[in-house]
Protein backbone atom coordinates (compact mmCIF):
# COMPACT_ATOMS: atom_id res chain seq x y z
CA UNK A 1 0.00 0.00 0.00
CA UNK A 2 1.22 3.34 -1.03
CA UNK A 3 1.01 5.65 1.88
CA UNK A 4 1.74 9.40 0.59
CA UNK A 5 3.83 11.56 3.39
CA UNK A 6 2.89 14.75 4.75
CA UNK A 7 5.59 16.30 2.43
CA UNK A 8 4.08 14.81 -0.45
CA UNK A 9 0.18 15.62 -0.05
CA UNK A 10 1.44 19.59 0.76
CA UNK A 11 3.55 19.54 -2.50
CA UNK A 12 0.67 18.06 -4.29
CA UNK A 13 -1.92 20.64 -2.66
CA UNK A 14 0.31 23.78 -3.06
CA UNK A 15 0.30 22.28 -7.16
CA UNK A 16 -2.66 22.62 -7.78
CA UNK A 17 -3.13 25.61 -6.08
CA UNK A 18 -0.67 27.43 -8.30
CA UNK A 19 -2.09 25.76 -11.64
CA UNK A 20 -5.62 27.58 -10.41
CA UNK A 21 -4.08 31.17 -9.84
CA UNK A 22 -2.09 30.43 -13.24
CA UNK A 23 -5.42 30.34 -14.76
CA UNK A 24 -6.81 33.22 -12.94
CA UNK A 25 -4.49 35.17 -14.03
CA UNK A 26 -5.00 34.23 -17.50
CA UNK A 27 -8.46 34.81 -17.16
CA UNK A 28 -8.27 38.31 -15.68
CA UNK A 29 -5.09 39.47 -18.24
CA UNK A 30 -7.76 38.55 -21.28
CA UNK A 31 -10.59 40.81 -19.61
CA UNK A 32 -8.64 43.51 -18.94
CA UNK A 33 -7.38 43.63 -22.46
CA UNK A 34 -11.06 42.97 -23.52
CA UNK A 35 -12.08 46.25 -21.68
CA UNK A 36 -9.77 47.96 -23.14
CA UNK A 37 -10.40 47.18 -26.52
CA UNK A 38 -13.81 48.22 -26.25
CA UNK A 39 -12.65 51.42 -24.69
CA UNK A 40 -10.94 52.20 -27.55
CA UNK A 41 -13.67 51.14 -29.49
CA UNK A 42 -15.57 53.83 -27.82
CA UNK A 43 -13.39 56.57 -29.22
CA UNK A 44 -14.66 58.70 -31.87
CA UNK A 45 -12.25 58.10 -34.65
CA UNK A 46 -14.77 58.57 -37.38
CA UNK A 47 -15.65 61.71 -36.47
CA UNK A 48 -12.26 62.63 -35.43
CA UNK A 49 -11.43 61.87 -39.00
CA UNK A 50 -14.00 64.29 -40.40
CA UNK A 51 -12.75 66.97 -38.32
CA UNK A 52 -9.16 66.47 -39.51
CA UNK A 53 -10.67 67.02 -43.46
CA UNK A 54 -12.73 70.01 -42.38
CA UNK A 55 -9.64 71.73 -40.51
CA UNK A 56 -7.47 70.98 -43.67
CA UNK A 57 -9.94 72.80 -46.11
CA UNK A 58 -10.98 75.71 -43.34
CA UNK A 59 -7.00 76.20 -42.92
CA UNK A 60 -6.41 76.04 -47.06
CA UNK A 61 -8.95 78.81 -47.85
CA UNK A 62 -7.09 80.89 -45.07
CA UNK A 63 -3.85 80.41 -46.98
CA UNK A 64 -5.36 81.54 -50.37
CA UNK A 65 -7.49 84.10 -49.45
CA UNK A 66 -7.73 84.60 -45.65
CA UNK A 67 -10.62 85.32 -43.86
CA UNK A 68 -13.50 86.18 -46.52
CA UNK A 69 -17.53 85.04 -46.56
CA UNK A 70 -16.05 81.25 -47.37
CA UNK A 71 -14.19 80.92 -44.32
CA UNK A 72 -17.57 81.44 -42.21
CA UNK A 73 -19.03 78.53 -44.54
CA UNK A 74 -15.95 76.44 -42.54
CA UNK A 75 -16.54 77.81 -39.46
CA UNK A 76 -20.46 76.82 -39.67
CA UNK A 77 -19.51 73.47 -40.97
CA UNK A 78 -18.06 72.74 -37.74
CA UNK A 79 -21.12 72.36 -35.83
CA UNK A 80 -21.82 69.13 -37.36
CA UNK A 81 -19.41 67.20 -34.91
CA UNK A 82 -21.65 67.58 -32.12
CA UNK A 83 -24.18 65.26 -33.47
CA UNK A 84 -21.30 63.14 -35.06
CA UNK A 85 -19.60 63.07 -32.04
CA UNK A 86 -22.65 61.95 -29.54
CA UNK A 87 -24.06 59.42 -31.79
CA UNK A 88 -20.58 57.60 -32.64
CA UNK A 89 -20.35 57.44 -28.73
CA UNK A 90 -23.90 57.21 -27.28
CA UNK A 91 -25.44 55.40 -30.19
CA UNK A 92 -22.34 53.59 -31.26
CA UNK A 93 -23.11 54.69 -34.91
CA UNK A 94 -20.38 56.47 -37.37
CA UNK A 95 -20.77 58.29 -40.75
CA UNK A 96 -20.01 56.15 -43.10
CA UNK A 97 -17.65 57.10 -46.05
CA UNK A 98 -19.91 57.99 -48.84
CA UNK A 99 -21.18 60.45 -46.41
CA UNK A 100 -17.69 61.91 -45.79
CA UNK A 101 -17.44 62.56 -49.61
CA UNK A 102 -20.51 64.08 -49.75
CA UNK A 103 -19.83 66.32 -46.76
CA UNK A 104 -16.21 66.95 -48.28
CA UNK A 105 -17.49 68.34 -51.75
CA UNK A 106 -20.65 70.12 -50.17
CA UNK A 107 -18.04 72.27 -48.09
CA UNK A 108 -15.58 72.76 -50.77
CA UNK A 109 -18.04 73.87 -53.36
CA UNK A 110 -20.26 76.01 -51.10
CA UNK A 111 -17.65 77.59 -49.44
CA UNK A 112 -16.89 78.80 -53.39
CA UNK A 113 -14.10 77.69 -54.84
CA UNK A 114 -14.27 80.57 -57.89
CA UNK A 115 -13.27 83.06 -55.36
CA UNK A 116 -9.82 81.71 -55.31
CA UNK A 117 -10.17 82.97 -58.95
CA UNK A 118 -11.35 86.44 -58.53
CA UNK A 119 -15.50 85.66 -59.35
CA UNK A 120 -18.37 85.28 -57.04
CA UNK A 121 -20.46 82.50 -57.32
CA UNK A 122 -23.46 83.67 -58.01
CA UNK A 123 -21.68 85.08 -60.98
CA UNK A 124 -21.03 81.75 -62.85
CA UNK A 125 -24.87 80.58 -62.61
CA UNK A 126 -24.49 76.56 -63.04
CA UNK A 127 -21.79 76.53 -60.08
CA UNK A 128 -23.99 78.44 -57.48
CA UNK A 129 -27.17 76.42 -58.63
CA UNK A 130 -25.17 73.15 -58.41
CA UNK A 131 -24.07 74.29 -54.39
CA UNK A 132 -27.46 74.96 -53.67
CA UNK A 133 -28.49 71.19 -54.98
CA UNK A 134 -26.12 69.59 -53.38
CA UNK A 135 -25.88 71.43 -50.40
CA UNK A 136 -29.55 71.14 -49.54
CA UNK A 137 -29.39 66.81 -50.51
CA UNK A 138 -26.37 65.94 -48.28
CA UNK A 139 -28.34 68.55 -45.40
CA UNK A 140 -31.46 66.43 -45.93
CA UNK A 141 -29.35 63.08 -45.85
CA UNK A 142 -27.89 64.22 -42.36
CA UNK A 143 -31.17 65.51 -41.18
CA UNK A 144 -32.80 62.32 -41.67
CA UNK A 145 -30.33 60.34 -40.15
CA UNK A 146 -29.62 62.08 -36.98
CA UNK A 147 -33.66 61.59 -36.58
CA UNK A 148 -33.67 58.60 -36.79
CA UNK A 149 -30.87 58.09 -34.63
CA UNK A 150 -32.02 60.21 -32.16
CA UNK A 151 -35.47 58.08 -31.74
CA UNK A 152 -33.92 55.06 -31.88
CA UNK A 153 -30.74 53.07 -31.05
CA UNK A 154 -30.95 50.99 -34.45
CA UNK A 155 -31.50 54.61 -36.66
CA UNK A 156 -33.77 54.43 -39.72
CA UNK A 157 -36.61 52.19 -39.72
CA UNK A 158 -36.59 49.49 -42.67
CA UNK A 159 -40.46 50.23 -43.39
CA UNK A 160 -42.46 52.92 -42.59
CA UNK A 161 -40.23 56.18 -41.13
CA UNK A 162 -42.97 58.98 -43.67
CA UNK A 163 -43.00 61.12 -40.67
CA UNK A 164 -39.32 61.40 -40.09
CA UNK A 165 -38.83 61.59 -43.58
CA UNK A 166 -41.39 64.27 -44.05
CA UNK A 167 -39.51 66.25 -40.53
CA UNK A 168 -36.61 65.96 -42.42
CA UNK A 169 -37.76 67.56 -45.94
CA UNK A 170 -39.71 70.53 -44.15
CA UNK A 171 -37.22 71.77 -42.36
CA UNK A 172 -34.70 71.70 -45.08
CA UNK A 173 -37.35 73.31 -47.50
CA UNK A 174 -38.22 75.88 -44.66
CA UNK A 175 -34.55 76.66 -43.69
CA UNK A 176 -33.93 77.18 -47.63
CA UNK A 177 -36.65 79.49 -48.09
CA UNK A 178 -36.18 81.78 -45.15
CA UNK A 179 -31.96 81.92 -46.19
CA UNK A 180 -32.95 82.81 -49.68
CA UNK A 181 -35.56 85.93 -48.55
CA UNK A 182 -33.09 86.94 -45.72
CA UNK A 183 -30.62 87.07 -48.70
CA UNK A 184 -32.57 89.27 -50.80
CA UNK A 185 -34.25 91.49 -48.22
CA UNK A 186 -30.51 91.97 -46.64
CA UNK A 187 -29.21 92.84 -50.22
CA UNK A 188 -32.17 95.42 -51.17
CA UNK A 189 -31.54 97.09 -47.63
CA UNK A 190 -27.49 96.87 -47.69
CA UNK A 191 -26.89 97.41 -51.16
CA UNK A 192 -24.77 94.02 -50.90
CA UNK A 193 -24.11 91.82 -54.17
CA UNK A 194 -25.67 88.71 -52.96
CA UNK A 195 -28.55 88.80 -55.45
CA UNK A 196 -28.30 89.30 -59.33
CA UNK A 197 -31.89 90.84 -59.56
CA UNK A 198 -34.42 88.06 -61.49
CA UNK A 199 -33.26 84.80 -61.37
CA UNK A 200 -30.77 84.39 -58.38
CA UNK A 201 -33.60 83.68 -55.94
CA UNK A 202 -36.00 82.04 -57.63
CA UNK A 203 -33.36 79.65 -59.20
CA UNK A 204 -31.67 79.11 -55.85
CA UNK A 205 -35.45 78.27 -54.66
CA UNK A 206 -35.84 75.66 -57.55
CA UNK A 207 -31.86 73.93 -56.81
CA UNK A 208 -32.82 73.72 -53.06
CA UNK A 209 -36.10 72.43 -53.20
CA UNK A 210 -34.61 69.99 -56.69
CA UNK A 211 -31.89 68.88 -53.87
CA UNK A 212 -34.32 68.35 -50.73
CA UNK A 213 -36.70 66.08 -53.11
CA UNK A 214 -34.03 64.37 -54.99
CA UNK A 215 -32.34 63.07 -51.51
CA UNK A 216 -36.20 62.61 -50.16
CA UNK A 217 -36.65 59.78 -53.12
CA UNK A 218 -33.80 57.75 -52.84
CA UNK A 219 -34.20 58.15 -49.22
CA UNK A 220 -37.70 56.69 -49.35
CA UNK A 221 -36.08 53.51 -52.08
CA UNK A 222 -32.93 52.75 -50.50
CA UNK A 223 -33.60 54.23 -46.68
CA UNK A 224 -29.89 55.37 -46.80
CA UNK A 225 -28.30 56.87 -43.87
CA UNK A 226 -25.29 58.79 -43.29
CA UNK A 227 -24.69 56.89 -40.26
CA UNK A 228 -23.73 53.54 -39.90
CA UNK A 229 -23.16 51.01 -36.71
CA UNK A 230 -19.35 49.44 -38.03
CA UNK A 231 -19.50 45.57 -37.40
CA UNK A 232 -16.96 45.55 -34.01
CA UNK A 233 -20.27 47.02 -32.57
CA UNK A 234 -22.58 45.06 -33.06
CA UNK A 235 -21.43 42.09 -30.80
CA UNK A 236 -23.29 41.39 -28.03
CA UNK A 237 -20.71 42.81 -25.05
CA UNK A 238 -20.61 46.08 -26.77
CA UNK A 239 -24.15 46.30 -27.15
Known amino acids: MNVKTDLERY ?22 MSRS ?5 GFPFASVSVLV ?6 LMSMERGGWSWSSWTYAFSFAIMVPLVVFEMKRKAVI ?28 LNWYDNLAHY ?3 LVLTMFLWSFICWTVSPMGPPRT ?3 RKLMLAVTTIIVVSIFFEFTE ?17 TTGDIIFDVAGVFTAAVVIARHRVSALKR ?10
Do not use: K
Not at 96 to 123: K, Q, R
Open 230 to 239: PFWHNVPSAA
Open 184 to 200: FITDFVFGWSNFHPGVD
Open 134 to 136: LGT
Open 11 to 32: SVRMSSTGSEDVAEQDTCSQSD
Open 96 to 123: TGGAIIMLFFMVLIDAGMPGYFGYSPSD
Open 160 to 162: NGR
Open 53 to 58: ILVTLF
Open 37 to 41: TIRWL
